[in-house]
Structure formats: C-alpha cells, structure tokens
C-alpha cells in the first residue's frame, strides 16, 4: 500500500483566501507530481518534481505554485483562490526509475465559494 | 481531438461476467500504458503497468496492448461487486516519466 498522505482531505474556503494543500509521502521516492481531476473528466497534471529544489510546470495552466524543499513533501499553495480554482486536487509519487508507476493520494475536494 | 479517448460508461454487469473495458490512443511515441482504479472519494490505485505491446496477466486481471491498432484493454474476469469502480487508462512516452494522459476513465457497476 502506498504511503501518500493529503491534507486536508475537503476544504471549503472563500474567495480570496490562500491555501495551502499539502503532501507528504514516507516512499523516499524522488518525483512527485500534483494532478487536477474535475467530475468526469480527465486528470491533468499542473506540476511535477523531479527533486529537492526542483518543480516544473504541468501541460495544464495553473496558477497555483509549488515548492520542494524536502524530499517528501510537496506542498501546492493558491495566493488567491477563486471559484474557477474548485476542483479535486491529486498528489502522486514515484521512484526515480520505473517513473511511469505513479502512487496516488486519496486528494483533496477544494470548493470555493 | 483527445490523445487519449475513454468511453465514460457508465458499464453495468452481473457478477461474474466478462468486462472488457478499452482506450484508444493517437500518438505513437507512448510506450507505456497503464490501468488504474479509482474507488469513490480516493485516489486513482495502479493496476496493470505494460511496457510496449502484448499481454499482462494477474490474477482476473489481463492488459492488452496492441500498437499496431493504437488500443489497450483490460479485461476482468469473474467480476465482483467489489470491482465497481472508474477505471482509468493512462500512457505516457519515453523520457516523459510520470507525465501520464489519461483518459476520461469508465464507472463500471458489478451487481451482486
């Protein structure tokens, strides 16, 4: 079983707020990657990291922002959410090799109102 | 046009039947594919993980990848209630590591 964690797992926010959701994951793997899943829809990635210091952007336009400071984490943060940004948000691991294996989070339901 | 197209279903089966549930895809370069399952309210689980074209067998579960044709399938035998499920199909290119596409995915019901 994959250790991936997501918190929190439903946020409801106004808009305007910053939020932060975060992922952690105890795999020691070296990518990590945010997904955006809207119902019924394909998931598309918005950010990915190869390493510690090291995000790029996703084929999806986002305006959230990441950071890699440490291996395990890979927090995901919105300066200013707004409606268009409510949607489910995927974080997801793998190893250095064999990359194509992703392991998923349970995610976050963001809903801005 | 999609890269990756995924008929959304939703399936629904008796227990114990034959599900074959497919994808097909335009570009050549993937070399990967992919299936995974998504139970309500979590995240996608990995299933079966292919590289290039043939058959992968575990258990009920059997990948095909058929390149030439540029379609994958999984088929599940015996299907349980606790199959009920979307499945997703996903694929990615060399050196495109982890920069999956995946389909819509298809919500298949299993009734008891």
């Known amino acids: 079983e994959a250790d991936i964690y997501q918190t929190p797992r439903y946020l409801v926010i106004g808009t305007g707020k910053k939020i932060t959701l975060e992922c952690s994951q105890t795999?020691?793997?070296?990518?990590m990657y945010w997904y955006q899943q809207d119902p019924g829809m394909e998931l598309h990635l918005i950010h990915y990291?190869?390493?510690?210091?090291?995000?790029e952007k996703g084929d999806l336009s986002s305006e959230s922002t990441v950071s890699r400071i440490r291996t395990e984490h890979f927090p995901l943060t919105l300066e200013s959410a707004r409606p268009s940004h409510t949607s489910q948000y995927l974080c997801?691991?793998?190893?250095?090799?064999?990359?194509?294996?992703?392991?998923f989070g349970s995610g976050t339901q963001l809903s801005v109102l | 046009q999609k890269e990756v197209e995924q008929d959304p279903g939703p399936l629904s089966v008796p227990e114990g039947a034959i599900v074959s549930l497919n994808c097909t895809y335009s570009?050549?370069?993937?070399?990967?594919f992919m299936w995974y399952r998504q139970y309500s309210r979590k995240g996608p689980e990995l299933l079966m993980y292919?590289?290039?074209?043939g058959n992968k067998e575990d258990g009920r579960f059997t990948a095909q990848v058929d390149k030439s044709s540029k379609y994958i399938s999984l088929f599940i035998r015996d299907s349980q209630p606790s199959d009920s499920a979307t499945y997703l199909c996903?694929?990615?290119?060399?050196?495109?590591?982890?920069?999956?596409?995946f389909g819509q995915g298809t919500t298949l019901q299993v009734k008891p």
């Open positions: 997801a691991s793998s190893e250095r090799t064999g990359g194509e294996k992703l392991f």
């Open positions: 795999m020691g793997h070296d990518k």
């Open positions: 990291s190869y390493g510690v210091n090291s995000t």
């Open positions: 570009n050549s370069a993937f070399q990967y």
């Open positions: 292919t590289y290039s074209s």
């Open positions: 996903a694929m990615s290119a060399v050196g495109n590591t982890g920069k999956l596409i």
